[in-house]
């Protein structure tokens, strides 16, 4: 069985930053495309950045510029540095990941449980 599971999340100022981590456990024999989404009270899910198994990276607009995704293939982590945060940016983050388990023939996506992040004064 695989789990994904992140961490980092927490209370911080307008201004301020915050690091997320998700961990990748289980048979494990690869994992391709790792995903950080958020969703805001009221809202849909949105992807916030993704990140392929080589490095390459794409943002949504809103974060462009202040949020820097980045993983480590070898730790099966991903993480997401969160620079100038706002109060928009106040969300549960989920971390997602395509993953081909032993077990498997094809990549299974795979969701984390959500650590929320509080942007506040």
């Known amino acids: 069985q695989v789990q994904l599971v992140e961490s980092g999340g927490g209370l911080v100022q307008p201004g301020g930053s915050l690091r997320l981590s998700c961990a990748a456990s289980?048979?494990?024999?690869?994992?391709?495309?790792m995903d950080w989404y958020r969703q805001a009270p009221g809202k849909q899910r949105e992807l916030v950045a993704i990140?392929?198994?080589?490095?390459?990276?794409n943002y949504a607009d809103s974060v462009k510029g202040r949020f820097t995704i980045s993983r480590d293939n070898a730790m099966k982590k991903v993480y997401l540095q969160m620079n100038s945060l706002k109060p928009e940016d106040t969300a549960v983050y989920y971390c997602n990941a395509d993953v081909m388990a032993y077990s498997s023939s094809r990549p299974t996506n795979y969701w984390g449980q959500g650590t929320q992040v509080t942007v506040s004064s």
């Open positions: 289980g048979s494990i024999f690869r994992i391709d495309a």
């Open positions: 990140i392929t198994r080589g490095g390459v990276t």
